[in-house]
């Protein structure tokens, strides 16, 4: 068996730049400063805020002082153009409420009653998407985020 290998070479034509291709290449260069980055101006501040992520930490908090500050802070988060808003509740670990066989666990707990309070807040629903479990590195089960609508399509 005979292999045989064709080799074909590949003459890459030189391009020769014309003065008038020189000159231009060398303006470009010396006015690259004054170019606008494309990038950079796409990023509108609105842009800007969608991104951010208010924060609310509710520890000590008691059940009427929470939903409070839950209203005022969700209402202004959203006014403010962000597209989404991070409330600590905690886990519930250190509440009394299990020693006590009359109150119920789950609703005296911020875990439980935040969420059920801006669920059954129509003013808060009409500018809230979803709420969801915080991510562990944000608090896990003892945090949840509340993703905002678009801003544009409520206030028309």
């Keep these: 068996m005979v292999f045989s290998w064709h080799h074909k070479q590949v003459v890459k034509k030189k391009y020769s730049a014309t003065h008038k291709d020189k000159k231009e290449w060398f303006n470009f260069l010396k006015n690259l400063k004054t170019i606008e980055n494309k990038d950079a101006a796409s990023i509108s501040q609105n842009n ?3 991104n951010k992520v208010k924060k609310l930490d509710l520890h000590g908090f008691s059940i009427l002082e929470a939903n409070n500050e839950v209203e005022i802070f969700l209402l202004k988060s959203f006014d403010e153009g962000c597209g989404r808003a991070l409330i600590v509740t905690g886990k519930g670990l250190r509440s009394k409420v299990y020693k006590d066989p009359y109150r119920s666990e789950k609703i005296n707990s911020l875990k ?6 801006i669920k059954n807040n129509q003013d808060l629903m009409s500018i ?12 896990g089960s003892g ?11 409520t206030t028309k």
Excluded: C, H, M
Excluded at 143 to 153: E, M, P
């Design 112 to 117: 439980y009653s935040v969420p059920e309070y």
């Design 143 to 153: 945090a949840i985020n509340v993703f905002f609508k678009n801003r544009k399509k």
């Design 48 to 50: 800007l805020n969608l």
């Design 128 to 139: 809230i998407n979803k709420i969801t479990e915080a991510d562990n590195k944000d608090g």
